[in-house]
């Protein structure tokens, strides 16, 4: 059974960082990309950002380059998502995400929107105060 777990939300001033996580498992979590997800009330849900774990790569949602970092520790098949410099706007229920990393012979390069992602944990809400 494949299982995504988050952690490490919280309530946090503005300035502030976080650290989410990211657990995997029933699945090759190396062959996958991992998404950040984030949605806040009466939103549509966002993509964040992402790490494709076949090469390395990353992406990043304008609103969050330069002070959100994502990284990945395949031995602990989990997935971290740095927040620094945290806004108020960033305030949300954060999901990971996973689907495979390749299509066919070819690296899959996500565009970070959900339906591209077949795997969701459950959600960790952040929260920043003014």
């Known amino acids: 059974e494949v299982q995504l777990v988050e952690s490490g939300g919280g309530l946090v001033q503005a300035g502030g960082s976080l650290r989410l996580s990211c657990a995997g498992s029933?699945?090759?979590?190396?062959?996958?990309?991992i998404g950040w997800f984030r949605q806040a009330p009466g939103k549509e849900r966002e993509g964040v950002s992402y790490?494709?774990?076949?090469?390395?790569?990353?992406s990043y949602a304008d609103s969050v380059k330069g002070r959100f970092t994502i990284s990945s520790d395949n031995a602990k098949n989990t997935v971290y998502l740095q927040m620094n410099n945290l806004k108020p706007e960033d305030t949300a229920v954060y999901y990971c995400?996973?689907?495979?990393?390749?299509?066919?012979?070819?690296?899959?390069?996500?565009?970070?929107?959900?339906?591209?992602?077949?795997?969701w944990g459950q959600g960790t809400q952040v929260t920043v105060s003014s």
């Open positions: 995400a996973a689907t495979s990393a390749r299509v066919g012979d070819a690296i899959y390069v996500p565009l970070l929107q959900s339906y591209e992602f077949d795997y």
């Open positions: 029933g699945f090759t979590f190396d062959d996958h990309v």
């Open positions: 790490i494709n774990n076949l090469d390395g790569s990353t």
